[in-house]
């Protein structure tokens, strides 16, 4: 019941940058992921395990496929009379700033405003995990946080800019620093911030006066004068912060108690539905170590692969080390090693193509090799 | 007054499917899973939406509660729009007194009110047990042209299994002039799919007239078709020719599952212009181990297969452990198959365990009196105990074991 005062705020768009090739064409939210999921469904189921009923979707550009997906909401029980989901494309002045949050949030200031609910968590959308965000909050209002910053410990991903926090015993955050690169043993942001929904656009509102634009950095300022608490998450959390990263997260999933995890019952994971046949396997198909979704037809050797919704393996082909995204079709014979194919590719019969695990292939959505 | 519809269709969903053993102990037949991902009902009910048929009534009766509950608000299949969608008609009480629904033509007539809030120029009769696509709309037009009052969809069936279908004797234009139950020196190989296109009117007279008489047992086939006959109404037969297959009795059950699998057999599920919609489950898509073996399969989602698989349909969420071997079987949603199991020729179906080294069924080939051999069942829940064999025919039920 208590979920149900809070409203959710996700930024579609945020570090798009960091996997160019899959998002040349569609947001961050939209990247498909572990076989039948788009990134922004762990988000939006998170909120919605967490008894949130009305969550906002900020975008930038390029949300098309993010619309398509989302529908009216209806696969994640959020197309509903009394609030649900709210597609808040870029409106008011025009920023290209690839992180903007503050301005994304002035430009729905009035959504944020005429909301009834007393919290707010906002999150971005490049993060898989499965989290209760009950916990958190209770959290938030037993310690009278101002605001409270989601964080992990331990080695922080090799990126431009990681956000690390030093916290006091009491778990209050005492300092916080911008960083480039990988650190060892620290606590680094995820992206996920609980505070009241009045605060936030006071926050917003004096933020915008000063020209700061940047959320986790302009945070920086306000820890001296408002109470920032932190609170760990410790469950598997994969950011998708490059793209081996992101092929990293597709195969850990190979791992009985990872997808346990991910996909808990109890908290499950939705998306939207496809209405596929089951998956069949030919004759002649030799199946290993592969997470497998509907409508495929595989006749041919596949190991160590991710194959999404209605991908076809032809006969006598060998996939290995692969993710192979919606509908695409591997020719017979053909054999493929450490390569990402996005939606729609065609591979022709008797192909080869080697990536390296380090450095898979991407081939572009629609090509035809 | 809702807005007219040209036609409804009325699903008879009622019947207790007694064939299907333990399969139908607590659950109505359509409702039976199929194919992997779907449920009996999923065909008709797919069928009206690809046709364009808007409104469906679904008569319930026997073991209603998971059928209910699947329909829902028919959302699935597109069918919960404002002014028609799907709408499930347990019998209710009436002033008059309440009444269990008698027959196939009680059934209608106890819901004459609900089509008549639609105005329908045609109402369809579709019985829940058949696996089939077909375009209703192509038999409505059939109907139409030929001016009928009752159109019946016919399948030709092989002349010498004919005396086992009520078969249709028609003229050369396609007009009916005798039914033949059953009959043991056929005339005609056109058996009937149970599958009617009425003009309203004309039903819906019919039915208050069979209503009244007290010798009648309210069945379409027994009473209501021939008295219209009689009468020298219109009456026309509409041939059909694809993949149909009436799914009533465990072998049949377990025949069309299998299929599924042959790619010649007919019915492609892949199909993108005539889809089969279902209630999909919310879970990750089908993990496949290392050391396993998946050959000539349909898998749903949800599935963890460690074991080997053959010609066999898992549904979704099911486990089959390392060393476990599933060949031409069909195993429902939830059940698990523990190591070292063998599952053979059967049905396990849902939540069942089949316990370690148990050995449920038989290949034909390895039985000594080919005719003793038939498909194994492990009813819903049942848990088979470790080691334990399960002869071919057997039909295993829950608190069988238990006990």
Known sequence: MLGNNVLGILFAYVHEERVRDLTELRVMASVPYGGRYRLVDFALSNMVNSGLNKVGIITEANYQSLMDHLGSGKAWDLSRKREGLYLLPPFGKSTSRTDGKIESLDSIRRFIKNSMEKYVILSDCDTVCNIDYREALDQHIQTGADITIIYRHGDSPDVERNTIYTLDPSGRVIEMLIHRGSERDVNYGMGMYIVEREKLLDLVESCMSRNEYDLDRDLMRVIREMKVMGYEFTGTAYQITSFSAYFDANMALMEPKIRAELFNPNRPIYTKVRDDMPAKYGLESNVSNSLIADGCVIDGEVENCVLFRGVKIGKGAKVRNCVIMQDSVIGENSRLDYVVADKNVEVEANRTLMGYQTYPVFIAKDSKV | ?403
């Open chain 2, 1 to 403: 007054m809702l807005p007219k519809q040209e036609v409804v269709a009325m699903l008879l969903a009622g019947g207790r499917g007694s064939r299907l053993g333990v399969l139908t102990k607590n659950l109505a037949k359509p409702a039976v899973p199929f194919g992997g991902k779907y449920r009996i009902i999923d065909f008709p009910l797919s069928n009206c939406v690809n046709s364009g048929i808007e409104t469906v009534g679904v008569l319930t009766q026997y073991q209603p509660l998971e059928l209910n509950e699947y329909i829902g608000s028919g959302q699935p299949w597109d069918l919960d729009s404002m002014n028609a969608g799907v709408h499930i008609l347990p019998p209710y009480e009436q002033s008059s007194g309440s009444d269990w629904y008698k027959g196939t033509a009680n059934a209608i007539y106890q819901n004459i009110p609900f089509i008549d809030r639609y105005n329908p120029d045609y109402v369809v009769v579709l019985s829940g047990d058949h696996i089939y696509k077909m375009d209703y709309s192509k038999m409505i037009a059939f109907h139409k042209e030929h001016n009928a009052s009752c159109t019946i969809a016919v399948y030709e069936v092989p002349m010498e299994e004919a005396s086992r279908f009520g078969i249709l004797n028609t003229n050369p234009d396609g007009s009916i002039y005798e039914f033949d139950e059953k009959p043991k020196v056929p005339k005609s190989n056109k058996a009937s799919m149970g599958i009617y296109v009425f003009t309203w009117s004309k039903l819906r007279d019919y039915l208050i007239a069979d209503e009244k008489d007290p010798n009648s047992s309210n069945d379409f086939g027994k009473n209501v078709l021939p008295t219209m006959l009689n009468a020298g109404e219109r009456m026309f037969a509409y041939r059909f020719d694809g993949y149909w297959k009436d799914v009533g009795t465990i072998d049949s059950l377990w025949e069309s599952n299998m299929d599924m699998l042959h790619p010649k057999a007919g019915l492609d599920l892949s199909s993108e212009d005539w889809k089969i919609y279902s209630r999909n489950p919310v879970v990750p898509p089908q993990y496949i181990a290392k050391g396993s073996k998946v050959q000539n399969s349909l898998v749903a989602e949800g599935c963890n297969v460690y074991g080997d698989l053959e010609f066999s349909i898992l549904f979704q969420g099911v486990y089959v452990a390392p060393g476990a071997e599933v060949l031409d079987s069909i195993v429902m949603p939830g059940a698990v198959i523990e190591e070292g199991a063998k599952v053979q020729y059967a049905i396990v179906a849902e939540n069942a365990v089949v316990g370690k080294n148990a050995v449920i069924g038989m290949r034909p080939e390895d039985m000594e009196n080919r005719d003793d051999w038939g498909v194994a069942v492990v009813g819903p829940d049942c848990k088979i105990p470790e080691g334990t064999v399960v002869a071919p025919k057997e039909m295993v039920e829950a608190e069988e074991v238990q006990a």
